[in-house]
């Protein structure tokens, strides 16, 4: 069964600062990656999507790298702002999501 | 854990026919529940959020007449798709949060894969 893990469960950094938030995954037979983020209360929203035969994606200020062969992926956030403060999730997808279980970043003005 | 189911798990249907999908918190309720959908190789996109006893808050661009949600009670969310049409091909996900808790926690259900004809 496909376990999704994500390290650090909670982060705390001063605003400005370039992070770091890592996902390891057990199956690589994966159809892709996804990162979201989840606001207190709100659904998710989806940040980047890498597709299976995909290195990396780019959204501004966010960059997510997927490496299949050892079942990683990480979310490189620059120049972070108070605003960036959230919970982080990634998920794969084989047949379904199977989702981490998260990281809450929190962001110091 | 918390469990989400989703029935059906796949559905085919005719062009104009309306599809029902049911999204059930099994041991715990659901006071607020989100669906998703996912076209093929595209991110998940929130459709609505639902909370029980209460309309759902749907997202902008997403039609409230075509996709009805009902959450009458806290352990079950239907998503209606009415009058389906082949671009409504998607894969569906609904999400739950478990209201007797602090956390924010979603818990996904397994999604249901819509394929109109």
């Known amino acids: 069964k496909q376990e999704v893990t994500q390290i650090p469960a909670a982060l705390s950094v001063p605003e400005g600062e370039n992070l770091v938030l890592n996902c390891s995954f057990t199956?690589?037979?994966?159809?892709?990656l996804q990162w979201f983020r989840q606001d207190p209360g709100k659904g998710l929203t989806s940040l980047l999507l890498i597709q299976s035969s995909q290195r990396e994606q780019t959204s501004g200020r966010l960059n997510a790298s997927l490496d299949k062969s050892s079942g990683r992926s990480t979310l490189y956030i620059a120049a972070s702002q108070p605003g960036d403060s959230a919970t982080y999730l990634c998920a794969v997808t084989i047949n379904q999501f199977y989702f981490g279980t998260g990281t809450s970043l929190t962001v110091i003005p | 854990g918390a469990v989400v189911s989703q029935h059906p798990s796949w559905v085919i249907c005719k062009s104009g026919t309306s599809v029902k999908i049911e999204c059930r918190s099994l041991?715990?309720?659901?006071?607020?529940m989100f669906w998703y959908r996912q076209f093929p190789k595209q991110s998940l996109m929130l459709m609505a959020t639902s909370n029980e006893g209460s309309k759902a808050t749907y997202e902008q661009g997403v039609e409230k007449d075509k996709f009805l949600i009902n959450h009458a009670s806290l352990t079950l969310s239907t998503l209606t798709v009415t009058s389906a049409h082949p671009e409504d091909s998607s894969f569906y996900i609904c999400s739950a949060r478990d209201g007797g808790k602090a956390s924010d926690e979603q818990f996904f259900g397994p999604g249901t894969r819509l394929t109109v004809l």
């Open positions: 041991d715990f309720q659901a006071t607020t």
């Open positions: 199956d690589s037979a994966i159809y892709n």
